[in-house]
C-alpha cells in the first residue's frame, strides 16, 4: 500500500437503481459496521383503546387485537386472546405505552428503536387485567 486512503461518499437521498447479487469476490477489504446509535431522546406515547371481539375464536381475537395496537405485540398475546375467550367477553380493552427513538443520521427519519407495553383488561375502567405484553424493536445496523 502507498499509504493512501479511500472515501466514499453515499447520497442517502437518491434511490438505490441497481444492485449487484454476484457472490463473486474481486478483492478483499476490511470494513467496519457503522452503528447508529440514535438520538438518545425517547418519545412516548401512552393511549387507551378497545376492540370488539363477541364470538370469536382466539387466533381472531389474536389477529384483531394485534392489528388494532399496529402489530406491536409479544409473545404473551396468545395467553390473553385464550383469556377473552375462556370468559366471553364481547370487548377487549387495553393501556398502551408506546416509546420510540429516531435515527441520529440527517435526513434519515425512520424509528430505530421502539418498545411497546400493552395492559389489557376485562373492563373500560381497567379495573380487572387480563395480562400484559410487552414489543421491542432494535434495528440500529
Known sequence: MDGSS??????????????????????????????????????????????????????????????AIGGKIGAGIGAIASEYFKKGSDYAYYHVVDNWMMSKLYPVTVIIREATHTTYYLDSGHRYPTGTDYYEYDGRW
Open 6 to 67: 479511500e472515501i466514499s461518499h453515499i447520497n442517502t437521498i437518491k434511490s438505490v437503481e441497481s444492485v449487484n447479487t454476484s457472490t463473486e469476490v474481486i478483492e478483499s477489504r476490511a470494513t467496519r459496521a457503522y452503528t447508529d446509535p440514535g438520538t438518545g431522546e425517547w418519545v412516548t406515547k401512552t393511549w387507551n383503546g378497545s376492540s370488539y371481539i363477541y364470538n370469536m375464536t382466539v387466533t381472531a381475537i389474536g389477529a384483531v387485537i394485534g392489528a
